[in-house]
């Protein structure tokens, strides 16, 4: 007999485990099959977490119960907050983590989940079985049965590898055989595919750098944790080093152009503008004095580093003449070489916010196969998806993040509003909201939603609780703590005002500039250091020193919610409508968004087709169909004989 | 393709003419106009007029003789297939015609349909769509100088621009924010404020026509105001040309407040003639000087009527100290009367003597006649740069903005960004000054009628290198 689960998700990468734990954790018996169960969420470009933008993203994974977070705090050798000189909204937070390590701490972390089983073998097959729900078949001729499916197969479909002008090899990721047939399966099923291209540098051997002529950039030694609820133990830190190209490198890739296999003609997927390949910056920044070359280290046990800055689809003997022309790296030995790989994935417009597949209930897509890069957009999108599968499986209501609320929110409406014409990363300059998305109250914001949902383990749910008691706590310490006068003008610097001359309250002096909430803690005394106290004291300190902001966002926020509350639904003849103008239909036809927030995010849906669309809808519904009458034109003329302006 | 309906309307006012011309719009139009006048060929020659016999598609009676020319989209007015019909004007013919291109499947436009349909077709943004009313409705040329200009596009590329500049700021910001470890060391925040700055700079420049940009549509209110017989009712028909107030020898003649609307040296002014100013028991005039008043609140311009050779009595000045912040013109009436100080009189205005003139807002005098006509061109010449004077002198070219939504979204634009200046100069964390951008931009935006996006973004990688 065919095994049955209620969820089967396809793919073990980012996007495959956090949608497998998180259908595990809200209670549904779970399955996840990938062809090696030694690579889950395996680090497949650099080693590391996090960024600027995407470190919230891994606090919000975490915050909902994923397993991102916890992960790369286990296997970090080395830590920085990105943007610390500006303000704590854009901070971020950025691990580099052990490759080997790493995808052993995921598989740790999944096998703590009840109802979830792992198993090994590569899938071909993916059918529609009506009642019965999907019918999956792998390689090895097994069948298994799934009242709803996630398909999180990354870079797999379909996957090319290429390193210079040769024909290019069939490949999910170096070594890794690509989903040819699935690919096919799933076309077959009627969705639509596109091809993308990306690339990663070439690695190094640690031992034949010349480390006196880098940059050393150590970690900030930081008590940083990504995760709320797990505390893992910290390892010891290697630093990253940093240089710059120069002249040489430029001749070599001028001279190679031809060879390389994204400008020799042979790739012709688009690539991501911001992740661009070393031929791209050489040939789009000729006037460039030079770019620089991160090398970050690829494990505790070894010496091996990545060469970050320099992804290229040139030879392999041109890559090492290239590497060689950078300073310290005159003498160095390539470990691997670096390739572009093209690979198909599926226009997101067809997914709803869901990440279901529209007009194929129960089928979701998650991660890279939507369009995306980065490790942190898959495993956001992983989550939603595999949460959301669950939820369909228990009939229970769907699980939507908004824009003002995540910027896994961010990522998945921009997804299935405008679609993807590059691969899309996450910026905070995305995000509306930036002032409200930050990185130190992922535990607020996200928290109580994951536990009301379920999506939380008991273990967390208690963390949880006491991290938001303790937020509470700092809070209150701020609004009912008065300092003398003498403890606070210690703790005003320069630009902090005048001095006081009586006892004055906590929340009051953190009102000033440059008075930060942690000395203000220490001068006052009384707070007991616990894990978690620097978020609560940051979110603290956002709170009042920028009020008057966070207020006027989340005015604006409800605002933009109002009108998202208008509903649009799925089958609007939205080519009757003829008060659109003829771009507005054409796209709404095409995305059917769910809201008329989201209609009015498409490009090319004016505000005049919002006002049209919502008279529209509201005749639909009154009388079954549109009439073409005319609304209140944006300027009615006034000659009422003489209309033929 | 566009609208699944084929609209039609006259296009010229009904009524004796020698043409008028009948509009379709839609994707039957060639086959409506065929319908109405067979003799055109099946591929008429696109924007070429033909000269055709129109006939009643039902009866086959023929109608007139036409003139026709069809415009294919999306090269047309409205972005769809179009059609016109020049026949001969008059009661009938386009009225047949009309009825003959209903009967033949055509749908009577509603109120600016055809611009509507424009605007929807992106043929034209919201600003165009204002600009074609104001043309049609312009009777001085000022407006519709501003009307064209903006018709053309002036000010929807200035307020283009202004946007462009936001989403500039934007830019910079994001490269500072979002790419911290790049080649490029991020954009100083000098430049930034710098270019803020300018953005201001042109928000306010734009923004000062807007008091006189709305006059343009408005007329500018130019009260006539005074003692009773002082000569106000006989100016005022002297301005106009016409013999509209009732003018009388009696003090107090005038009760209610009378306007009319006039062209000065291509501005439009709505004059108003009003009761004689003073303490009476009388319940009407009584009345009328209060309805008088209230328009001297809300006036543009005061012409302020005083008998030549007439001291200025205490109640008098009063008033002027009153309608101090008013620009005021003295007209010095009945100067024929005088007939002795002509030639003294000067060409240019006069300056008031002291105390007369001290703290008072009067800009100029004039000495006039009502009766001869002396002095009116004078104050003709005056009156366009009192309530004008940004438009006079900055001349023709510059966008003006005519409407209150104008001077409002610009208006919030330039709060927003006035605060992220401040913001960002106070050292207030740059995504924090920035959530001021955005509400900002959205202002423009609904002023234009557009929303963009990923733009931001285009604009960054056309102008920094982003590596890693
Ligand atoms: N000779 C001469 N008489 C004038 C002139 N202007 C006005 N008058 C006369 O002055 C008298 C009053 O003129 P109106 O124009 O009615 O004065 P008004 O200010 O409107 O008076 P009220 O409506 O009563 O406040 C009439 O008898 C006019 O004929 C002028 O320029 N020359
Ligand atoms: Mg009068």
């Known amino acids: 007999m065919t095994p049955r689960y209620d969820v089967i998700v396809i793919g073990g990468g980012h996007a495959g485990v956090e949608a497998a734990a998180a259908s595990a954790r809200l209670g549904c018996r779970t399955l996840l099959l990938t062809p090696d169960l030694s690579r889950l969420g395996q680090l497949s470009c650099n080693p590391a977490i996090g960024g600027v933008a995407k470190g919230i993203v891994v606090r919000e994974v975490d915050a909902l119960g994923g397993l991102l977070g916890r992960a790369a705090d286990a296997a970090r050798i080395h830590f920085r907050m990105l943007n610390r000189s500006k303000g704590p909204a854009v901070w971020g937070p950025r691990a580099q983590c052990d490759r080997g390590l790493y995808p052993r701490m995921v598989r740790q972390a999944l096998e703590e989940l009840e109802g979830l089983e792992l198993f090994q073998e590569m899938v071909t097959r993916v059918e529609l079985g009506g009642e019965e729900g999907f019918g999956v078949e792998t390689l090895g001729g097994l069948r298994f049965q799934g009242k709803a499916v996630v398909v999180t197969t990354g870079t797999f479909l379909r996957g090319r590898i ?177 390739y572009a790989i093209e690979y198909d994935y599926f226009p997101p417009h067809q997914l709803q916010s869901t990440l279901e597949v529209k007009g194929m209930p129960g089928l979701f897509l998650a991660g890279q196969v939507n369009g995306t890069t980065g490790y942190e957009e898959a495993a956001g999108q992983g989550l939603v998806a595999g949460a959301n599968a669950a939820l369909k499986v228990q009939a229970r209501r769907p699980f939507v993040l908004e824009r003002d609320q995540a910027y896994i929110g961010v990522l998945i409406d921009d997804l299935v509003t405008k679609g993807v014409d590059e691969p899309y990363r996450l910026f905070t300059s995305r995000a509306e909201f930036r002032v409200l998305l930050r990185q130190d109250n992922a535990a607020s914001r996200l928290g109580p939603l994951a536990r009301d949902l379920g999506l939380l383990t008991f273990r967390q749910e208690r963390a949880l609780k006491e991290r938001l008691a303790l937020e509470e706590t700092v809070r209150v310490w701020f609004r009912d703590t008065s300092l003398s006068p003498e403890v606070a003008n210690q703790v005003l610097g320069e630009g902090a005002g005048e001095h006081v001359s009586e006892a004055t309250r906590a929340v009051e002096l953190l009102k000033r500039p440059g008075v930060g909430a942690e000395r203000l803690a220490e001068a006052g005394g009384g707070l007991v250091e616990a894990e978690g106290m620097r978020d609560a004291m940051v979110a603290v300190e956002v709170e009042v020193k920028y009020q008057g902001y966070v207020a006027r966002e989340v005015e604006r926020a409800r605002r933009l919610r109002e009108q998202a509350d208008f509903q649009l639904h799925q089958d609007l003849p939205y080519r009757q409508f003829v008060t659109l103008s003829m771009e507005a239909r054409e796209k709404l036809e095409r995305i059917r968004p769910g809201s008329l927030a989201q209609a009015g995010r498409i490009p090319g849906v004016s505000p005049a087709d919002l006002q049209n669309l919502m008279m529209e809808v509201r005749r639909w519904k009154k009388d079954g169909q549109p009439r073409p009458t005319l609304s209140s034109s944006p300027a009615s003329p006034g000659h009422s004989e003489r209309n033929g302006e | 393709m566009a609208n699944a309906d084929t609209i039609v309307a006259l296009g ?77 004007g008059g009661w009938l013919s386009p009225a047949l015609i009309l009825e003959a291109c209903l009967c033949a499947g055509a749908l009577r436009a509603q109120e600016g349909e055809f611009t509507r349909r424009a605007f929807l077709n992106g043929k034209m943004d919201l600003l165009q769509v204002e600009a074609v009313l104001d043309l049609i409705e312009s009777r001085t040329p000022a407006l519709h100088g501003a009307a064209v200009h903006q018709l053309e596009r002036g000010l929807s590329r200035r307020i283009g621009g202004l946007r462009e500049g936001l989403v500039d700021l934007e830019a910079m910001l ?130 302020f009527c005083v008998e030549a050779e007439r001291a200025l009595q205490v109640s008098e000045r009063r008033f002027l100290d009153e309608v101090a912040e008013t620009p005021v013109v003295l007209v010095r009436t009945k100067s024929d009367l005088h007939a002795g100080e002509e030639p003294r009189a000067p060409r240019g205005p006069e300056p008031l003597p002291e105390p007369e003139g001290a703290g008072h807002g009067i800009e100029g005098v004039v000495s006039l006649s009502a009766k001869t006509g002396r002095g009116l061109e004078q104050l003709r010449d005056l009156l366009p740069g009192l309530a004008f004077r940004g438009l006079v002198s900055s001349g023709a070219e510059i966008p003006v903005l005519t409407r209150r939504r104008h001077a409002g979204a610009i208006g919030v634009a330039l709060e927003e960004l006035r605060a992220f200046v401040e913001a960002l100069a106070g050292g207030l964390p740059a995504e924090v000054a920035a959530t001021h951008l955005r509400p900002a931009e959205t202002a423009l935006e609904e002023l234009l009628g557009v929303i963009p996006r990923e733009e931001v973004l285009d604009r960054l990688f056309q102008d920094f290198c982003i590596g890693k």
């Open chain 2, 12 to 88: 010229t006012p009904p009524g004796v003419a020698a043409l008028s011309v009948i509009r379709l719009s839609g994707p039957s139009c060639a086959e409506i106009v065929r319908r109405i006048c067979p003799g055109i060929p099946a591929e008429p020659e696109p924007r070429r007029a033909m000269l055709a016999r129109a006939l009643d598609p039902d009866t086959g009676a023929s109608l007139d003789q036409v003139l026709v020319t069809v415009f294919p989209g999306p090269e047309s007015y409205t972005g769809e297939d179009m059609a016109e019909v020049s026949c001969h």
């Open chain 2, 174 to 303: 994001m490269h500072h924010l979002d790419f911290p470890e790049e080649d490029d060391p991020p954009v100083p925040t000098p430049r930034i404020l710098a270019r803020a700055g300018d953005l201001v700079g042109m928000m306010e420049e734009l923004l000062r026509t807007a008091p006189e940009g709305e006059l343009l549509r408005e007329g500018a209110v130019t009260v006539l105001a005074g003692l009773p017989n002082s000569g106000k009712s006989s100016l005022f028909n002297a301005l106009l040309g016409e013999e509209r107030a009732i003018v009388t020898e009696v003090p107090g003649t005038t009760r209610d407040a009378l306007e009319a609307v006039v062209s000065l040296g291509g501005f439009p002014f709505r004059l108003v003639d009003t009761a004689g100013l003073r303490e009476t028991r009388e319940k009407v005039e009584r009345m009328g000087v209060e309805v008088a008043r209230r328009y001297l609140r809300g006036a543009d311009v005061i012409l």
């Open chain 1, 162 to 338: 290429h390193v210079g002008t040769g024909t290019g090899i069939s490949g999910g990721r170096a070594g890794e055989a690509p989903s040819v047939e699935l690919a096919e399966a799933l076309e077959g099923l009627g969705l639509e595919m596109a091809r993308f291209k990306t690339g990663t540098p070439p690695r190094v051997d640690g031992r034949t750098v010349d480390f006196a002529r880098l940059k050393l950039q150590p970690g900030d030694g930081e008590s940083f944790r990504f995760s709320l609820y797990s505390r893992e133990a910290s390892l010891p830190e290697k630093p990253c080093w940093t240089t710059w190209t120069g002249e040489g490198l430029k001749k070599v890739v001028q001279e190679n152009l031809q060879r390389s296999a994204l400008y020799g003609g042979v790739i012709s997927g688009r690539g991501p503008r911001y992740c661009p390949s070393i031929e791209d910056k050489v040939v789009r920044f000729p006037e460039a004095a030079g770019h620089q070359v991160f090398l970050e280290p690829e494990g505790l046990e070894t010496s091996e580093l990545y060469v970050n800055g320099l992804s290229t689809s040139l030879p392999a003997d041109v890559q090492e003449v290239l590497l060689r022309t950078v300073p310290g790296l005159e003498e160095v030995r390539m470990t691997k070489v670096g």
